[in-house]
């Protein structure tokens, strides 16, 4: 319940963005960790096309084989 801290209506969108992001990943079977981390390192922003964005979603499977590869990597 840490969204019940958000103290500006700004902190509040982004946390509501942070949790969203994680759950599109747990409903796509994907790694939060890496996810995020993967989401992380391209820095998406609100000047990106929608196609530049949906090759970051979770449901992308690409994105799904990256991040896979990614996890299997780091349980060795």
């Given at each position: 319940?840490?969204?019940?801290?958000?103290?500006?209506?700004?902190?509040?969108?982004?946390?509501?963005?942070?949790?969203?992001?994680?759950?599109?990943a747990k409903a796509n079977g994907v790694n939060v960790y890496?996810?995020?981390?993967?989401?992380?390192?391209?820095?998406?922003?609100?000047?990106?096309?929608?196609?530049?964005?949906?090759?970051?979603?979770?449901?992308?499977?690409?994105?799904?084989?990256?991040?896979?590869?990614?996890?299997?990597?780091?349980?060795?």
């Amino acid at each position: 319940k840490n969204w019940l801290f958000c103290d500006t209506p700004n902190g509040a969108q982004a946390s509501a963005i942070v949790y969203t992001m994680v759950e599109m990943a747990k409903a796509n079977g994907v790694n939060v960790y890496h996810y995020l981390t993967y989401l992380l390192e391209k820095f998406p922003n609100d000047r990106m096309s929608d196609e530049e964005l949906d090759r970051l979603a979770p449901w992308n499977e690409d994105v799904k084989a990256e991040i896979e590869c990614r996890a299997n990597g780091s349980n060795q």
